[in-house]
């Protein structure tokens, strides 16, 4: 069962637009949530990460808006260039001791046209 | 070194013939991790080491799978008898602390069994 559900698979927009990536969890014990960002033949690289005692983090164009009553939890990319086209994961881990693994969403491909 | 490093990039196995897949960390990283990633997937945890100890092998789907650090620092994957569902990326990760926040990913090593 997949503990992180992402959406949507790919996602096309253009040079300068706002791209929106979506998640939702059903496990209540997560208490960070990452964002990566994989190129291809490259591995995953952390991007940005929040965790649920906040409700927005920003750093540079890139946010995640997290609400914690309804599960879920979305990266904005603004301003959006053709070098951000790559592939964005979502994932989602519980706290230290309880679990050793991040749970990652199946990814969304962005294309930014210029 | 200044990231991980994993090695080869590409393996091609005949089905049934054993592997061994690399992992060298971040020089000083305590926790090391191995995921698999399935074409348009994302990441599924294999595996942790802090520093030579494994402390969870949950994910590993089967008894073929074999990981080890002998020594708290190089890790090695080994898949013996692979079977062509063994088909994918191999990604190791590694991270200063005792989890996984901010962790490092390496390149891979793609797989495939023919």
């Known amino acids: 069962q997949q503990q992180v559900k992402q959406s949507p698979q790919s996602l096309i927009v253009q040079k300068g637009g706002i791209s929106i990536i979506n998640c939702a969890y059903e496990n209540t014990a997560f208490d960070y949530f990452p964002w990566y960002q994989q190129f291809p033949g490259k591995g995953p690289a952390l991007l940005i990460a929040i965790r649920p005692d906040v409700s927005e983090k920003k750093e540079g164009r890139f946010t995640i808006s997290f609400n914690k009553s309804a599960k879920q939890f979305s990266l904005h990319i603004m301003d959006s260039q053709p070098g951000d086209s790559a592939t964005y994961f979502c994932a989602a881990s519980t706290p230290v001791g309880t679990g050793n693994q991040f749970y990652f969403g199946t990814g969304t491909s962005l294309t930014v046209i210029p | 070194g200044a990231g991980v490093s994993q090695s080869p990039r590409y393996k091609v196995a005949k089905r049934g013939q054993d592997v061994a897949l690399r992992c060298d960390p971040i020089s000083g990283h305590v926790s090391l991790f191995w995921y698999q990633q399935a074409l348009g997937q994302g990441p599924e945890f294999l595996t942790y080491f802090q520093n030579e100890a494994q402390l969870d092998k949950s994910g590993l789907p089967s008894d073929r799978f074999f990981a080890e650090r002998p020594e708290g620092s190089v890790s090695t994957l080994k898949i013996q008898r692979t079977q062509q569902e063994d088909s994918a990326v191999y990604l190791c990760?590694?991270?200063?602390?005792?989890f996984g926040y901010g962790y490092t990913f390496g390149s891979g090593t793609r797989l495939t069994v023919v």
């Open positions: 990760a590694s991270s200063p602390g005792t």
